[in-house]
């Protein structure tokens, strides 16, 4: 499923009916195994907020956002029921 507003409001809709119809779901949200999804894949949220909150410290501080570095994720979660 593809990570934007509706899909995430209505997940546990779309992966029971997945699971009804045999359709092996593949989410970005790490609770969609526990609802029925077959593979959750996303990064690892407590570095993507700690490198939010370095970026706010920074800018409070005084660094202009224009020179701070963009960041990917470093480290992804993968689950497989």
Not at 20 to 42: C, E, K, M, Q
Not at 44 to 57: K, M, Q, T
Not at 66 to 78: G, K, M, N, V
Request: glycine share 6%; with cysteine; proline share 7%.
């Amino acid at each position: 499923m593809i990570p934007e507003p509706f899909t995430n409001g209505h997940r546990d809709h779309i992966v029971a009916q997945c699971a009804r119809f045999h359709v092996p779901a593949l989410n970005s949200v790490l609770g969609a195994v526990d609802g029925g999804a077959l593979i959750s894949y996303t990064f690892v949220w407590d570095e993507l907020v700690s490198a939010s909150v370095d970026y706010i410290d920074r800018i409070l501080k005084g660094a202009s956002p224009h020179d701070l570095p963009i960041q990917a994720p470093r480290r992804y979660e993968l689950v497989i029921i």
